[in-house]
């Protein structure tokens, strides 16, 4: 049985360590952790130099996980992210050579400048935990993470990622610019002659027995039918919005039932309350929305609809928290 003032202890010093080199960016950073507790996928994206990197490989010392970078590119092939069998003159047969994919975190890099044949090489490890190559399926090291960045404003020599990719990631992460106290901390930490390399100041936080309690208590959360009957409310008022062609879907709805149950486990509880699904809401569901095109066109945003449909949602007065309730 999973100690739950355990976790929400071991959550918070991973989000200490994390903090000496990544300022201001603990909500992100939590945000990968609960992804992590319940196996997902992260796609960060916003314009380069806000930290998107740092935050990824930061996050992997922090956890003690292997961590691998692949940087997408034109010319990258399949076979450069999922490994390749290569011929020994030494031993007369061919060996495999596993690809940066193996490991615990992945750092997949302007995953949208690569071709769609690249792209659909992570498809089957994200959904799987597997890659399947000439004939052979090799399993992928546990836990596995993807953290995928791309950049929206430069669209020139991008592929878009499709929408089954997309819908692959249980969040999309939105970095955002530092505050002014923020940069200024930047500025004067890592600016001078002798600043030390960042990665040199983290520690690992977290054993796998921690990870693995900590994966154990989000699965374990209890949601009673009143908020159950809540988040449905909102996966219901994604499908009925005017402003939408296509709302969230049932495999939406399960990711943040599961991405809600983490964050109230990464706070030290059983139990789930409205206000841990209207915290995940937005990273969670917003990529899994398809406006009309008028409301392109009216400049609203898929993060503001989200948020107009969770104001829009009646919450439960009074939800009842017993284990019972969500059995």
Same mark, same amino acid.
Request: glycine residues 6%.
């Given at each position: 049985?999973?100690? !739950?003032?355990?976790?929400?202890?071991?959550?918070?010093?991973?989000?200490?360590?994390?903090?000496?080199?990544?300022?201001?960016?603990?909500?992100?950073?939590?945000?990968?952790?609960?992804?992590?507790?319940?196996?997902?996928?992260?796609?960060?994206?916003?314009?380069?130099?806000?930290?998107?990197?740092?935050? =990824?490989?930061?996050?992997?010392?922090?956890?003690?996980?292997? !961590?691998?970078?692949?940087?997408?590119?034109?010319?990258?092939?399949?076979?450069?992210?999922?490994?390749?069998?290569?011929?020994?003159?030494?031993?007369?047969?061919?060996?495999?050579?596993?690809?940066?994919? !193996? %490991?615990?975190?992945?750092?997949?890099?302007?995953?949208?400048?690569?071709?769609?044949?690249?792209?659909?090489?992570?498809?089957? %490890?994200?959904?799987?935990?597997?890659?399947?190559?000439?004939?052979?399926?090799?399993?992928?090291?546990?836990?596995?993470?993807? /953290?995928?960045?791309?950049?929206?404003?430069?669209?020139?020599?991008?592929?878009?990622?499709?929408?089954?990719?997309?819908?692959?990631?249980?969040?999309?992460?939105?970095?955002?610019?530092?505050?002014?106290?923020?940069? /200024?901390?930047?500025?004067?930490? !890592?600016?001078?002659?002798?600043?030390?390399?960042?990665?040199?100041?983290?520690?690992? =936080?977290?054993?796998?027995?921690?990870?693995?309690?900590?994966?154990?208590?989000? =699965?374990?959360?209890?949601?009673?039918?009143?908020?159950?009957?809540?988040?449905?409310?909102?996966?219901?008022?994604?499908?009925?919005?005017?402003?939408?062609?296509?709302?969230?879907?049932?495999?939406?709805?399960?990711?943040?039932?599961?991405?809600?149950?983490?964050?109230?486990?990464?706070?030290?509880?059983?139990?789930?309350?409205?206000?841990?699904?209207?915290?995940? %809401?937005?990273?969670? /569901?917003?990529?899994?929305?398809?406006?009309?095109?008028? %409301?392109?066109?009216?400049?609203?945003?898929?993060?503001?609809?989200?948020?107009?449909?969770?104001?829009?949602?009646?919450?439960?007065?009074?939800?009842?928290?017993?284990?019972?309730?969500?059995?």
């Amino acid at each position: 049985m999973a100690d !739950f003032d355990r976790v929400a202890e071991n959550c918070s010093r991973v989000l200490d360590e994390i903090g000496k080199v990544v300022i201001g960016k603990r909500e992100q950073a939590r945000m990968l952790l609960r992804c992590l507790s319940v196996s997902g996928h992260a796609l960060l994206e916003d314009v380069p130099g806000v930290g998107k990197t740092l935050l =990824a490989r930061t996050f992997a010392l922090a956890t003690g996980l292997t !961590f691998k970078r692949i940087q997408f590119t034109p010319d990258l092939l399949p076979s450069d992210v999922t490994g390749v069998n290569v011929f020994s003159q030494k031993e007369g047969d061919f060996r495999w050579v596993p690809g940066p994919v !193996f %490991a615990n975190i992945i750092l997949a890099d302007e995953l949208n400048r690569a071709t769609p044949r690249t792209q659909s090489s992570l498809l089957e %490890a994200m959904e799987e935990r597997q890659v399947t190559t000439e004939g052979e399926t090799r399993p992928l090291p546990s836990p596995f993470m993807v /953290l995928a960045t791309q950049n929206p404003i430069e669209m020139e020599g991008t592929f878009p990622l499709p929408e089954a990719q997309v819908d692959r990631f249980l969040v999309k992460i939105d970095m955002g610019y530092p505050s002014r106290e923020e940069e /200024l901390d930047i500025l004067e930490r !890592f600016s001078g002659p002798d600043t030390p390399v960042p990665a040199s100041q983290v520690k690992v =936080a977290m054993t796998r027995e921690d990870l693995s309690e900590m994966m154990e208590a989000a =699965a374990s959360v209890n949601m009673s039918r009143e908020v159950g009957e809540y988040l449905m409310s909102i996966v219901e008022g994604t499908r009925k919005h005017p402003a939408l062609l296509l709302g969230v879907s049932p495999r939406g709805a399960l990711h943040l039932t599961r991405l809600a149950k983490a964050a109230a486990a990464l706070d030290g509880r059983d139990y789930l309350l409205p206000d841990d699904i209207k915290d995940v %809401a937005i990273p969670c /569901l917003s990529h899994r929305i398809t406006p009309k095109s008028e %409301a392109s066109l009216r400049g609203k945003t898929r993060r503001e609809i989200i948020a107009q449909v969770l104001e829009e949602t009646p919450v439960p007065v009074k939800p009842s928290v017993n284990s019972q309730d969500g059995q």
